[in-house]
């Protein structure tokens, strides 16, 4: 067997799954990879910062949605290879159930927001599918 030590580059990103009510809330990418696509609200964890901050600020930037850093549960972390196009990524997915929706607004890079009943969702970029469904089905 052959192991490849080769250096490989790893971003770190957070991913929330926001709940309620039946539904789940997405974010249409503005640009690529997976412009047009809706995805979870997520983004790159900055310099001196928790994924667990990052989840939020994400969410309060691409949706105007503000969720309390201690509401965010962790749901997993994703790091298989390819799972993003532009190279190695890890993201570590939170997920928060609210009483009720909350109009969202989108902001930062994405081009829309809104809510989707979790039985009749689009096709999500990236490996968020799998993020939103181990998220729901924690014991899958």
Do not use: C, K
Not at 76 to 98: E, H, I, K, N, Q
């Amino acid at each position: 067997m052959t192991t490849d030590t080769t250096d490989e580059t790893i971003r770190y990103t957070a991913d929330v799954v926001l709940l309620s009510a039946g539904q789940v809330l997405l974010v249409l990418r503005a640009w690529d990879p997976y412009e047009g696509y809706w995805a979870l609200p997520g983004g790159h964890v900055d310099a001196g910062e928790t994924s667990r901050v990052a989840a939020a600020r994400e969410l309060a930037e691409e949706a105007g949605i503000a969720v309390p850093v201690a509401d965010l549960r962790q749901a997993g972390a994703f790091d298989a290879p390819g799972r993003d196009p532009r190279g190695r990524y890890v993201s570590a997915a939170y997920t928060a159930t609210l009483p009720a929706p909350v109009p969202p607004t989108a902001g930062d890079d994405a081009r829309a927001a809104r809510w989707w009943p979790l039985d009749a969702l689009p096709d999500l970029a990236f490996d968020h599918a799998d993020i939103l469904a181990a998220a729901t089905n924690p014991l899958t």
